[in-house]
């Protein structure tokens, strides 16, 4: 059973930073691209950043490009995101999701399998 579980959501002031951390389990972890999402109040869901299985390849919506950087440790079977710069925009429930095994980076929710519950971002002003 294929489980992610995010971490290290919380309430931040704007300018600041979090780094959040999701750890998949059941998995062939190395094997899968990863990719973030998030969902603000009354909004659809959004594509944020994905990374390669190797972790050689990276990229993200043009609205964090340059405040957040995805990353991962293949060893840990753990993908993160380290936020920068963060604005009440930002505010959002964060979900970590796992794409089809040794497929290619994806901003399509659809071409991702698997998600965790996410993790809450507030971000004040």
């Known amino acids: 059973q294929v489980q992610l579980v995010e971490s290290g959501g919380g309430l931040v002031q704007a300018g600041g930073s979090l780094r959040l951390s999701c750890a998949a389990s059941?998995?062939?972890?190395?094997?899968?691209?990863m990719g973030w999402f998030r969902q603000a109040p009354g909004k659809e869901r959004e594509y944020v950043a994905a990374?390669?299985?190797?972790?050689?390849?990276?990229k993200y919506a043009d609205s964090v490009k340059g405040r957040f950087t995805i990353s991962r440790a293949n060893a840990k079977n753990a993908v993160y995101l380290q936020m920068n710069s963060l604005t009440p925009e930002d505010t959002a429930v964060y979900y970590c999701?796992?794409?089809?095994?040794?497929?290619?980076?994806?901003?399509?929710?659809?071409?991702?399998?698997?998600w965790g519950q996410g993790t809450q971002v507030t971000v004040s002003s």
């Open positions: 999701a796992a794409g089809q095994k040794w497929g290619g980076i994806s901003y399509r929710q659809r071409d991702y399998d698997y």
């Open positions: 059941g998995l062939t972890f190395s094997s899968y691209p």
């Open positions: 990374i390669s299985p190797g972790g050689y390849n990276t």
